[in-house]
């Protein structure tokens, strides 16, 4: 499989690195520029600092400072629709993620039309974008030299991923002096971030040695100098040490992706207007917590590189080290643990509370106050499914499973009351019945008297939850595959069979066709 790896061309760090942006932007035949940057850079007086370097160097200059937090297709039509009238030719991206995106964001519409929309996916533009400089004041998005593009969608309340070579910048300046003005939250959120961005390109399947290396130097670096930047904005050696260590997590996660922190995340900030390093920082460790068993090797690593002592630990509790330091760093730099403590309020935070504190992480419906259980087919089940946002909606879907001796009408006012308590005014529907078959049925009997003719012992005979599709075929009974003794390889990573019982299970069935075809 081939491998791609995609930089800027050139890439600055250090102190002062700034003052090089005027000749740099000359170099990119650049002569009326664009600053896209937000509001308070734009007022602050960072814009026209910059502004002063780019004029020094003979470039005429206009400040565009409408780039949001979470920046819109709003802001990028704003954007275009002033670059052209006031007919510039290139690009400079000024503060964070949301700076860089915004600016990418434009620079695509411009050079290829349309709306910011039509570039949602992979690689979907098809000329070069217009050059682009990008300015980096915070240290945790590494937007300054990713191909990735975030902006929200304000009609569909989702962030839209735009990932296109083509919008990576062609110079990145990463000058930590720009960066001793952040406030503490925003350096724990953007540090965060950062984190994220390492430990997801670590995990990921579209890992390499190149973004493994750039992955676990930039943990070794967070977990050491944010505490840190947090606690002390002015300490340049913090600042310019985070600076480096977004960047690293930056090319990681620029060449092996990302994932189901950012697929949460983007949607969480989206509906919610939420700080995106926020959202990442909630959501790691849980997410790390179902990635964990895929491979503990890998959190393993991840644990020594944020300096967690795993000499004489087996792999599973050195790897468990990694989830807890990730919690500790969180609590030590102020970020909430929970969506109620984000404060959302109306009815925005009525639903967060809902999923947060009656669904939450329960599967057995105590919390919708339906749990139940019975001696043949075990409890109650409750899955949280497909979660959608659009205009000023939210909705969201549960699969349930109940035992066998209940029906659906037994807890469907119960379940209503609940939603409706929580702010969602549901559709009752009709539930289907359980699959069950009695262990003294005929087609039972017949199946064990196989099993045991097969392999000289007595069948276990048990009730599960699956069978979903099976409810259009009468008369059905799961039979196989897993023989006593044997580890269970099936609905996991890598499952596989083993060939001799992928034979016995062969001639098994076939004998099961034969008993009950006579």
């Not at 700076?99 to 964001?105: E, F, L, N, V």
Request: glycine share 10%; net charge negative; proline share 4%.
């Amino acid at each position: 499989m081939t491998t791609y790896y995609y930089l800027p061309s050139r890439n600055l760090f250090g102190e002062g690195a700034v003052k090089e942006a005027g000749q740099l932007m000359r170099s990119l035949s650049g002569s009326r520029v664009m600053i896209v940057t937000d509001a308070f850079l734009a007022k602050s007086g960072m814009a026209e600092r910059v502004k002063g370097i780019l004029e020094a160097a003979g470039l005429w200059v206009h400040v565009f400072g409408k780039a949001e937090p979470n920046p819109t297709d709003k802001n990028v039509e704003a954007g275009v629709e002033e670059f052209n009238a006031y007919k510039c030719d290139s690009l400079l991206s000024l503060g964070g993620g949301s700076s860089h995106d915004c600016a990418k964001g434009i620079g695509l519409v411009v050079s290829n039309g349309g709306k910011i929309a039509d570039y949602e996916g992979l690689d979907r533009s098809t000329k070069t974008m217009v050059p682009l400089m990008a300015i980096n004041t915070t240290a945790g998005t590494a937007s300054e030299i990713t191909r990735f593009c975030i902006i929200t969608d304000t009609s569909r309340h989702v962030k839209m991923a735009i990932v296109d070579w083509r919008g990576t910048p062609l110079i990145a300046i990463n000058d930590p002096e720009l960066m001793l003005g952040m406030p503490a939250s925003l350096t724990a959120a953007t540090g965060m971030d950062a984190l994220t961005h390492a430990v997801e390109a670590y995990v990921s399947t579209g890992a390499n040695p190149l973004t493994d290396a750039a992955a676990l130097m930039a943990i070794r670096m967070i977990s050491q100098y944010l505490p840190k930047a947090v606690a002390n904005g002015a300490y340049m050696k913090a600042r310019d040490k985070m600076a480096y260590a977004q960047y690293l997590a930056g090319i990681a996660f620029n060449n092996a992706s990302l994932g189901y922190v950012h697929a949460m995340a983007h949607q969480l900030g989206g509906m919610y207007n939420l700080p995106h390093g926020v959202c990442n920082a909630l959501l790691l460790p849980y997410v790390c917590e179902f990635n964990l068993i895929g491979n503990m090797n890998r959190f393993r690593d991840m644990a020594d590189a944020m300096g967690e002592n795993i000499q004489g630990l087996c792999t599973n509790d050195a790897a468990n080290k990694c989830i807890a330091f990730i919690r500790t760093l969180s609590r030590q730099v102020g970020i909430p643990a929970t969506l109620k403590e984000l404060g959302l309020d109306g009815d925005s935070g009525q639903a967060a509370a809902f999923l947060a504190d009656v669904l939450g992480e329960e599967t057995r419906g105590e919390g919708l106050g339906i749990a139940m259980s019975d001696q043949i087919s075990g409890a109650l089940t409750v899955n949280l499914g497909i979660i959608r946002g659009g205009g000023e909606e939210l909705s969201l879907t549960l699969d349930l499973r109940w035992p066998v001796t209940a029906r659906y009408e037994d807890f469907a006012d119960r379940l209503m009351g609940a939603m409706e308590r929580g702010g969602f005014a549901g559709e009752r529907t009709e539930g289907q019945d359980s699959i069950y078959m009695p262990l003294e049925s005929p087609l039972v009997q017949a199946l064990s008297k196989v099993y045991r003719e097969q392999t000289g012992q007595e069948a276990e005979l048990l009730s599960i939850g699956g069978g979903t599709y099976a409810k259009a075929c009468p008369n059905l009974v799961a039979f196989g595959p897993l023989f006593p003794g044997q580890e269970m390889t099936e609905h996991q990573p890598d499952e596989y069979m083993e060939a001799d019982t992928l034979l016995k299970n062969a001639q098994m069935m076939a004998a099961a066709i034969w008993e009950l075809a006579r």
